[in-house]
């Protein structure tokens, strides 16, 4: 059973940055595509971006393209979101996910997609 854990959460003024991490354990994921997704108080859990088993694609929500940018060290098996000119929107909580199927490209993941989650990491922005 693979374990994820984010870090790298935290308090940030608005415009700031952070750089999250997602440690994984007991499995490794270099065969599978990865993502982040985010929920906040109130509202379901939403996609937030994605990266191919290789590294070699990526695919954003709306809201983050040109801010976001995910990736990946296989051979650490660690996946990464650095997040730039961050709002008060971006508060949430941030949960690293692995796809459910090997060999798995980028795209738009929803919830059935996904095998494993993460617990997550607390982001806040303020204003």
Sequence with gaps: QVQL???????VQAGGSLRLSCAASGRTLSMYGMGWFRQS??????FVAAISWRGDNTYYADSVKGRFTISRDNAKNTLYLQMNSLEPED????????HRRILS???YYTAEDIGSWGQGTQVTVSS
């Design 91 to 98: 508060t949430a909580v941030y949960h690293c996910a692995a």
């Design 41 to 46: 108080p109130g509202k379901e859990r939403e």
């Design 5 to 11: 854990v984010e870090s790298g959460g935290g308090l």
């Design 105 to 107: 490209g980028s795209y």
